[in-house]
């Protein structure tokens, strides 16, 4: 899926790191979608809450915040505290799917840099 150059490989173009960086948005875009979606729909089905309270709890618990709405029936309190631990691991894999292509850049770069100067 992410396909970073290797030890001895020279970097990628500026132009396929733009791509490398396009494509790491639109997982991540994906990812958050498919959360929010999964988390609309639990509060839906254990809270029976309108669709914009689902959006608003959702929402909130992906970005961190917290729920908005008090949870009324044990299986939605059970789906939100589930669903608030998976939004903590979410936020890192995100997070990670955000950095890594700048990361590996500037990382290679150095190495890459330290071999000319070995081969020198």
Known sequence: MFDYEKRGEALISRTGFMRR????FMVII???GASLGAGMAGYRVFEHLPWTDCFLNASMLLGGMGPVDEMKTEAGKLFSGFYALYSGLAFL???GLL???VAHR???R???DDEEEKRS
């Open 21 to 24: 960086i396009a494509r790491s």
């Open 30 to 32: 994906l990812l958050v």
């Open 93 to 95: 894999v995100l997070a």
């Open 99 to 101: 950095f890594a292509p």
């Open 106 to 108: 500037i990382l290679h």
């Open 110 to 112: 150095f190495h890459y």
